[in-house]
């Protein structure tokens, strides 16, 4: 394993455009959560800081960080494209086979470096976000300050699963840009067949359908923290109530389409003349 992912990562900081796509994934959130934190003064009208707010609070906290991170997992998903049509145009993917590398092997060194790097983020989010608590919360019992702490397997789980889908994209496509466009692709269609549904059927059963899709599920793993805010601030709001905790049953969808997306990705490879 230690070698497959010293194979990829020598490959991947090699690339000028890769390493600055890979700094810019961890260092972006980073920045955008660190800045919401600091006081801003708006031209001597009036000053925000959004710690005040309550929202780096435990155990609130973890569900703010991993949900608005999760946004910029964009730019690292351009990387893992970029990982197998940079194999193809340049053809090294053959060449890796002819010194040796196994088909198996080649999809265990994306799989190992995406999994490396998802582990790599949620550190950094985990780091971050009890910081931010430390600093901000009025809560320091343990108990506190822990509890859901299962976003962040969350978090990862949702990072895993989206660069697996676009690790298979990209063996699908063999090109970069095709693979982002499938992606986006896959976004639209997810949406035209729960209108579909709602048209023969109903809400409640086209949302139950939806949840199975890949999207759908990923984004299930974190639901936006938004109303979970105006709960806190307007308790009384009793109809602002959602559920918004990290269920097993969308863990387990995310966990299968994250296996099927990577044997998928081995298959095409397998059967491909190369």
Request: glycine share 4%.
């Amino acid at each position: 394993m230690i070698r497959l992912l010293q194979l990829e990562l020598q490959k991947l900081l090699l690339n000028r455009t890769s390493k600055i796509l890979i700094f810019i994934s961890f260092i972006l959130p980073l920045c955008v959560i660190v800045l919401s934190a600091i006081k801003i003064n708006f031209f001597g009208f009036f000053s925000l800081e959004l710690g005040e707010l309550g929202i780096f609070n435990f155990p609130i906290v973890w569900h703010i960080t991993t949900y608005f991170s999760a946004l910029f997992k964009f730019f690292f998903a351009i990387v893992v494209v970029s990982m197998i049509g940079n194999e193809y145009s340049n053809k090294t993917l053959k060449q890796n086979l002819i010194d040796g590398l196994s088909k198996r092997e080649f999809i265990l060194s994306k799989f190992y470096t995406i999994v490396f790097f998802s582990i790599i983020s949620t550190l950094i989010i985990f780091i971050l976000s009890l910081v931010l608590g430390l600093v901000y919360s009025s809560y320091n019992e343990i108990s506190i300050i822990f509890r859901e702490i299962e976003f962040l397997p969350a978090y990862f789980l949702k990072l895993l699963g989206f660069f697996s889908f676009c690790l298979f994209l990209g063996v699908l496509a063999k090109r970069s840009a095709f693979a982002l466009a499938f992606l986006f692709v896959d976004f639209i269609l997810e949406w035209i067949v729960f209108g579909l549904i709602v048209w023969k059927s109903n809400v409640e059963t086209a949302t139950k359908i939806q949840n199975f899709f890949p999207l759908t599920a990923m984004s299930n793993l974190i639901k936006q923290p938004f109303q979970r805010v105006a709960m806190s601030k307007f308790p009384e709001k009793n109809d602002l109530g959602y559920d918004y905790t990290v269920h097993l049953d969308s863990s387990i969808i995310v966990i299968l389409w994250t296996a099927i997306f990577i044997l998928s990705a081995y298959y095409l490879i397998k059967k491909r003349d190369l």
